[in-house]
């Protein structure tokens, strides 16, 4: 009987899982054809050269760094020592860590 339990278990999460993840492509897929020849991101990204920043992607992962440079169409952040190439078009959301009233780093940052 925990056999059949198990195994609707399992359908469930597929049934909820896998089209959430199509949604997901689909909507990357419109936003990267929508932006192409579009270098809106490029220039605004330009303004955070130099800045500790928090970026944000389609699969709302946060990449937190302070950016370096921007070629074509990627970002280079350097986060403790390591530099990582971020692709701007995927790139939905860019702004500065926030810091308190003393200029030190915020702790938690809720957004």
Known sequence: MSNYYYIFFMLIIFLVLIPRKKCNDYVAAKV???????????????????????????????????????????????????IEAVNLEFVTRIHEYPRNKNGKKKSVVLD
């Open 32 to 82: 990267v054809n929508k932006r192409k020849g579009d270098n809106n991101m490029q220039e605004l990204a330009k303004q955070f050269i130099g800045k500790e920043c928090l970026l944000y992607t389609f699969n709302v992962s946060q990449i937190q760094g302070t950016i370096k440079e921007i070629s074509g169409n990627a970002v280079l952040i350097e986060n403790k020592g390591s």
